[in-house]
């Protein structure tokens, strides 16, 4: 285990006992004041080697799971569910009751504040990654293209905490001595990566969808990296498949990885179009003064009309009328030709940095994305949704590929993981493949997630212009 990963785990169980030892003391005083029993002064001794436990129980303190987020937090919940269960059953079997409003203070309590407390320490160990720090060393084995891939992807979300320091690659008669600035050390062969990770001291081997690599090779491979205890990672060839939706089953001598289908249509797609509509009906009703007070700015600045409604392609290909706040010339789709050359993005989709046809105070509004509020009434009406693709323009999606339709499938979104990852600073390839995954790997919780991570992108106001 790498000497930061020892010190993340020391800290994560310091806290978690300071907070169980706190939340157990502050219950102590809710319930009792100043009649502590002493009973309950003794279990509250306890409480906190109780909830280590059932985090460690829960793989809370696993090493592979170190800053992933929902994992983490995933198991950190399934701990306080687990030891409340626990509680109630044992006290059920010594025919002792313990005080609810006890329990109401203390697993609640240490639940929440132990996920606000990982939570910080997962900020953290993002903000030291973006420095270089606290990083695993990686060599890549694959082909040249896929190898490639991984290091942009890994260098753009340094979050990861994973560095490719050397790459093995098919195909070495070609001569390449670097793929994306990483050094080449060989060929895909079993001594050759032994070799690779022995001179570039990598902490695990990364092997890529490779048909020369297949399951006799990897096993030998496996055997050969056991002896220095480096980590391997299989990536399958499933491109932007998530987790949940993939299952191991031992069938007949053989490992199949099992691949449900997304979950597109259903009950859960009905509930996500009610928290929808829900939420941006209360979120018109909240921000009505911001709205008028915006929509009069625009109008006294120029004269022109306060919003903007453009024909947008949704779901299954059915157009509908978008509405913005206007952040341009009145006349700027007019001028739109003249400026094309000068795009700042490569595909079908059309963005400058500066754009000579926003407004001082569009500029503004864009840069905190307060423009797209009125989106919300489309939300309220059913033709967008909270969380989804990016809603094309009809001359974008008559240039679509055929596999660039699947974002059709689903409503399009006010924000989304083209939100989160870069605004308009993504190239058109990477917003359809960061569109493509959340159709692929849809569910409540990702929405729930990439909102929270919304709230953060635009009060930073990174990424767009």
């Known amino acids: 285990m790498l000497a930061w990963t020892k010190s993340y785990l020391r800290q994560a169980l310091f806290f978690d006992i300071a907070i169980g030892f706190v939340t157990s003391t502050a219950a102590l005083g809710f319930r009792f004041g100043g009649h502590i029993t002493r009973e309950y002064a003794i279990f509250s001794l306890v409480f906190p080697a109780l909830w280590v436990v059932a985090l460690r129980l829960s793989g809370a303190y696993d090493a592979r799971f170190i800053g992933t987020g929902s994992d983490e937090f995933r198991k950190i919940l399934n701990a ?20 609810r409003s006890y329990l109401l203070v203390t697993m609640p309590g240490v639940t929440t504040v132990g996920l606000l407390v990982r939570f910080a320490q997962r900020k953290r160990l993002h903000r030291k990654r973006a420095m270089g720090l606290c990083m695993s060393s990686v060599v890549a084995v694959g082909y040249e293209a896929g190898v490639a891939d991984l290091v942009n992807e890994l ?51 990364a092997v890529l969808s490779c048909p020369e690599i297949d399951g006799a090779t990897l096993r030998q491979l496996a055997w050969e990296l056991e002896k220095t205890g480096t980590d391997l990672c299989v990536a399958p060839a499933l491109l932007d498949v998530a987790g949940p939706r993939t299952t191991v089953r031992p069938t007949a001598g053989l490992t199949l990885l099992h691949v449900d289908h997304p979950q597109l249509s259903g009950v859960r797609q009905v509930l996500k179009g009610l928290f929808d509509r829900f939420m941006a009906g209360l979120a018109l009703l909240l921000l009505s003064p911001v709205l008028v007070v915006v929509a009069m700015a625009i109008k006294l600045a120029d004269k022109g009309p306060a919003l903007f409604t453009q024909t947008r392609v949704g779901k299954d290909g059915r157009t509908f009328k978008i509405y913005k706040f206007r952040t341009m010339v009145v006349d700027a789709e007019a001028r739109l030709t003249e ?57 974008e999606a008559a240039k679509y590929a055929d596999h660039v339709h699947r974002r059709l499938v689903v409503k399009p979104g006010l924000t989304g993981m083209w939100q989160v990852n870069g605004r308009s600073e993504l190239s058109w390839d990477e917003s359809v493949r960061l569109d493509l995954r959340y159709v692929e790997n849809w569910s409540f919780a990702l929405d729930l997630q990439i909102l929270w991570k919304t709230v953060a992108v635009v009060l930073r106001g990174s990424g767009a212009y």
């Open 339 to 395: 400026l094309k050359p000068a795009n700042d993005l490569d595909g079908v989709l059309f963005k400058l940095r500066r754009d000579p046809r926003i407004t001082p105070i569009g500029a503004k509004l864009r840069k905190y994305s307060i423009d797209e509020f009125p989106q919300f009434i489309n939300v309220v009406k059913g033709e967008m949704s909270l969380v989804g693709p990016r809603p094309a323009l009809p001359a």
């Open 155 to 205: 260098r753009r979300d340094s979050y990861h905490g994973l560095n490719v320091v050397a790459a093995c690659v098919t195909g070495q008669s070609s001569g390449v001595d670097k793929v994306a600035g990483v050094p080449v050390f060989g060929g895909v062969e079993i001594l050759q990566v032994a070799e690779a990770v022995r001179r570039s001291g990598a902490d695990a081997v």
């Open 80 to 99: 306080g569910v687990a030891l409340t269960a626990g509680l109630a059953i044992f006290s059920y079997f010594i025919n002792t009751e313990i005080s």
